[in-house]
């Protein structure tokens, strides 16, 4: 029986994969085509272990760590779902999350997997046809550059630096190092031999203009890294100088196709072992990436001539919550483990810092054959803020009462970056041990910290509870009703958008009244709740006092809305552990692609954040 044509109507679902392709240029008959043809079950095969019995396919969830298989797969309708976690979606959806690419990406890799032919709009394709115009030159270049090294006369001093790093052949094809040769303009005349065009080597930053206007090459004489983006297309280059002046290492200038702030070297090879270990390894430079390939732990990645920054994070976030910082020991190597993020703690990320021995880097515990010490160092690496408190008494002479009271407050202030009370409470007794301070002591600095507003000298007392995003746009939503916002939907704000039963108490209050009103015209307070004394009447009191600017109202209904729906989801999630999916086998597929259609509208309202 074909229910398509009921689904297409009323499967929010799949209105949204409809809503990408017309994003994307695919059309629908295209993405259905695919998915049908797509068996989800080989994918997980490829980064998970999968287990079947029966009817069900049951596989070791690749988005959090779990040694109990609880992610279940549904073959027939190419569905999956993870009772750990939560993650849940389709096969577009499984490569976007496994592999880190876009809905369009995912769509083109599946149609090439199962054979099947998809034509994008005439628009597209000339997007498409420029970027892989740009993509043919690069990678035209890194053969270039590969077999310039292997073989040319002026690259023998790049052979003995890779000897001497201790790559053979093997290692040389696998990463495709390569050599500029330092004449001006051989890769440009091999470039035109292959009828690249100009335009194309000066857009991929292969070429670039000499003063008479002529073409000259960009790279010459050094040792080149081909850098790959996750789909595994070159893109760009680190070189590294053998001779002569010039920066140590140059990398290729910012292109259509090359951007340093969210890419990383090595992360094309590394990603599906990130998943399968939960782990992902940064270092600083593209030699200690093959030298954890070499080393047979291929989860290293660098990042490409530039400060590791959010982008980065939010790039590896997408296979692993775990990322260890391997840089080197030396007093540059640990200040890059904290550089940009010294009032910041990543709370949804395990970021942590391997420590290695004095003036050994990654490449050169490989290059010794101390492959212990380095596996040592990654598994015994420590969370980024007790590395930060560490070193702030490290840098203090603990013998000395003075410095004692110094090292203890300025880790105190550390410490009260940290959002949990656990945390905080932990690294206490970590700095009281350290130190020889009385725990009371240094918990009491800690919640000097911590507290909010100047200080007093009356008595200690924690903080108030903060509130949660949530609770926060509740409030500023209440800021909005009391000024009658004209940007206010009419009719779209309701009782149900607000969680907290105080917020919920103060819009009853008010909401009557401002719906009476003409848009912009504020409501007379002191009529509406007159000598009110509840939390409410409180709340609705000091809101109107505040004279900060007002929000962006869409801002704030939006990410409400996006409370709501977790909500919705957590209760599909409870709803779906407490059926049989062979025994409730109707009820299930209606909640569990219930489940699928909030996940994907979870994700349109975050994509507005």
Same mark, same amino acid.
Not at 126 to 140: F, I, T, Y
Not at 243 to 264: A, C, F, M, Q, V
Not at 352 to 359: E, N, Q
Not at 498 to 510: I, K, N, Q, S, Y
């Given at each position: 029986?074909n229910?398509k044509?009921?689904?297409r109507g009323?499967d929010k679902?799949?209105?949204?994969?409809?809503?990408?392709h017309?994003?994307?240029?695919?059309? *629908?008959?295209?993405? $259905?085509?695919?998915?049908e043809r797509?068996?989800?079950?080989?994918? @997980?095969?490829?980064v998970?272990?999968?287990?079947?019995?029966?009817?069900?396919?049951?596989a070791?969830?690749?988005?959090?760590s779990?040694?109990t298989p609880?992610?279940?797969?549904?073959p027939?309708?190419g569905?999956?779902?993870?009772?750990g976690?939560?993650?849940?979606?389709?096969?577009y959806?499984?490569v976007?999350?496994?592999? #880190?690419?876009?809905?369009?990406?995912?769509v083109e890799?599946?149609?090439?997997?199962a054979g099947?032919?998809?034509?994008?709009d005439?628009?597209?394709?000339?997007?498409?046809?420029?970027?892989?115009?740009?993509v043919?030159?690069?990678?035209?270049?890194?053969g270039?550059?590969?077999q310039?090294?292997k073989?040319?006369? !002026?690259?023998? %001093?790049?052979r003995?630096?890779?000897? &001497?790093?201790?790559?053979?052949?093997?290692?040389?094809d696998?990463?495709m190092?390569?050599?500029?040769?330092?004449?001006?303009?051989?890769?440009v005349?091999?470039?035109?031999d %292959? +009828?690249?065009?100009d335009?194309?080597?000066?857009?991929a930053?292969l070429?670039?203009?000499?003063?008479r206007?002529?073409?000259?090459d960009?790279?010459r #004489?050094?040792?080149?890294?081909?850098?790959y983006?996750?789909?595994?297309?070159?893109?760009g280059?680190?070189?590294?100088?053998?001779?002569?002046?010039?920066?140590?290492?140059?990398n290729?200038?910012e292109t259509?196709?090359y %951007?340093?702030?969210?890419?990383l070297y090595g992360?094309n090879?590394?990603?599906s072992d990130?998943?399968?270990?939960?782990?992902?390894?940064?270092?600083e430079?593209?030699t $200690?990436?093959i030298?954890? %390939?070499? =080393?047979?732990m291929?989860?290293?990645?660098?990042?490409?001539?530039?400060?590791?920054?959010e982008d980065?994070?939010?790039?590896?976030?997408?296979? !692993?919550?775990?990322?260890?910082?391997?840089?080197?020991?030396?007093e540059?190597?640990? #200040? @890059? =483990?904290?550089?940009?993020?010294?009032?910041s703690?990543?709370?949804?990320?395990?970021?942590?810092?391997?420590?290695?021995?004095?003036?050994?880097?990654?490449?050169d515990?490989?290059?010794?054959?101390?492959?212990l010490?380095l596996?040592?160092?990654?598994?015994?690496?420590?969370?980024?803020?007790q590395f930060r408190? /560490?070193? +702030?008494?490290e840098?203090?002479?603990?013998a +000395?009462p003075?410095?004692?009271? *110094?090292a203890?407050?300025a880790?105190?202030?550390?410490?009260?970056?940290?959002?949990?009370?656990v945390?905080r409470? /932990?690294?206490?007794?970590?700095?009281?041990?350290?130190?020889g301070?009385d725990? $009371?002591v240094?918990?009491?600095?800690v919640r000097r910290?911590?507290?909010?507003?100047?200080?007093?000298?009356?008595?200690?007392?924690e903080?108030d509870?903060p509130?949660?995003?949530?609770e926060?746009?509740e409030?500023e939503l209440l800021?909005?009703?009391?000024a009658? $916002?004209?940007?206010?939907?009419?009719?779209?704000?309701?009782?149900?958008?607000?969680?907290?039963?105080?917020?919920?108490?103060?819009?009853e209050?008010?909401g009557?009244?401002?719906?009476a009103l003409?848009?912009?015209?504020p409501?007379d307070?002191? !009529?509406?709740i &007159?000598?009110?004394?509840?939390?409410a009447?409180?709340?609705?009191? *000091?809101?109107?006092?505040?004279d900060r600017?007002l929000?962006?109202s869409q801002?704030?209904?939006?990410?409400?809305?996006? =409370?709501?729906?977790?909500?919705?989801?957590?209760?599909?999630?409870? +709803?779906?552990?407490?059926?049989?999916?062979?025994a409730?086998d109707?009820?299930?597929?209606v909640?569990?692609?219930?489940?699928?259609?909030?996940?994907?509208?979870?994700?349109d309202?975050?994509s507005r954040?």
């Amino acid at each position: 029986m074909n229910t398509k044509p009921e689904r297409r109507g009323t499967d929010k679902a799949y209105r949204w994969s409809v809503y990408l392709h017309l994003l994307m240029a695919f059309s *629908r008959e295209d993405i $259905d085509k695919v998915r049908e043809r797509t068996d989800l079950v080989e994918l @997980a095969q490829e980064v998970t272990k999968v287990k079947r019995s029966g009817r069900s396919v049951m596989a070791v969830c690749p988005f959090h760590s779990e040694k109990t298989p609880s992610l279940s797969i549904d073959p027939a309708r190419g569905l999956y779902h993870c009772f750990g976690c939560g993650e849940s979606g389709d096969v577009y959806r499984w490569v976007e999350k496994t592999q #880190g690419l876009g809905f369009s990406d995912a769509v083109e890799l599946l149609a090439r997997r199962a054979g099947v032919e998809i034509a994008p709009d005439p628009e597209a394709a000339k997007r498409r046809d420029r970027r892989q115009e740009l993509v043919d030159a690069v990678e035209a270049a890194i053969g270039f550059y590969h077999q310039t090294l292997k073989s040319d006369e !002026s690259a023998g %001093h790049a052979r003995s630096y890779i000897r &001497g790093r201790g790559y053979n052949g093997d290692v040389v094809d696998r990463i495709m190092i390569g050599f500029s040769p330092p004449d001006w303009d051989r890769l440009v005349v091999h470039l035109r031999d %292959h +009828e690249i065009h100009d335009r194309a080597m000066l857009d991929a930053g292969l070429a670039s203009k000499s003063r008479r206007g002529s073409l000259i090459d960009r790279f010459r #004489g050094r040792v080149m890294f081909p850098i790959y983006d996750l789909r595994g297309d070159g893109i760009g280059f680190g070189a590294r100088i053998l001779d002569g002046d010039g920066p140590k290492y140059l990398n290729s200038p910012e292109t259509p196709i090359y %951007h340093k702030s969210r890419l990383l070297y090595g992360l094309n090879w590394a990603k599906s072992d990130i998943v399968r270990s939960d782990r992902s390894v940064v270092v600083e430079g593209y030699t $200690d990436v093959i030298a954890f %390939h070499l =080393a047979d732990m291929p989860v290293a990645v660098a990042t490409c001539g530039t400060a590791l920054g959010e982008d980065h994070l939010d790039l590896l976030r997408r296979f !692993s919550e775990r990322v260890v910082l391997a840089f080197d020991a030396d007093e540059a190597g640990a #200040g @890059a =483990a904290i550089r940009g993020f010294e009032r910041s703690i990543p709370g949804d990320l395990d970021l942590r810092v391997a420590a290695f021995p004095a003036g050994r880097d990654p490449a050169d515990l490989v290059a010794a054959g101390d492959v212990l010490s380095l596996e040592k160092a990654i598994d015994e690496s420590a969370p980024l803020l007790q590395f930060r408190i /560490e070193r +702030e008494l490290e840098s203090h002479d603990l013998a +000395e009462p003075e410095a004692r009271s *110094r090292a203890v407050r300025a880790a105190a202030q550390l410490i009260a970056l940290h959002p949990d009370p656990v945390t905080r409470h /932990e690294y206490a007794v970590l700095i009281s041990r350290r130190t020889g301070v009385d725990l $009371d002591v240094v918990s009491s600095a800690v919640r000097r910290g911590t507290r909010r507003g100047p200080e007093d000298a009356g008595e200690e007392r924690e903080p108030d509870p903060p509130l949660t995003g949530t609770e926060r746009a509740e409030q500023e939503l209440l800021r909005l009703i009391l000024a009658n $916002d004209a940007s206010l939907p009419r009719d779209g704000v309701g009782a149900d958008l607000f969680v907290r039963r105080e917020h919920r108490a103060a819009f009853e209050l008010v909401g009557p009244a401002v719906a009476a009103l003409a848009p912009g015209d504020p409501p007379d307070l002191g !009529s509406v709740i &007159g000598t009110d004394d509840s939390p409410a009447a409180a709340l609705l009191r *000091r809101l109107a006092m505040d004279d900060r600017p007002l929000p962006e109202s869409q801002e704030v209904l939006d990410r409400l809305a996006l =409370a709501a729906v977790e909500r919705k989801i957590e209760a599909h999630r409870t +709803e779906l552990q407490s059926l049989n999916p062979d025994a409730d086998d109707d009820e299930y597929s209606v909640v569990f692609k219930g489940l699928i259609a909030l996940e994907r509208e979870r994700r349109d309202l975050r994509s507005r954040e």
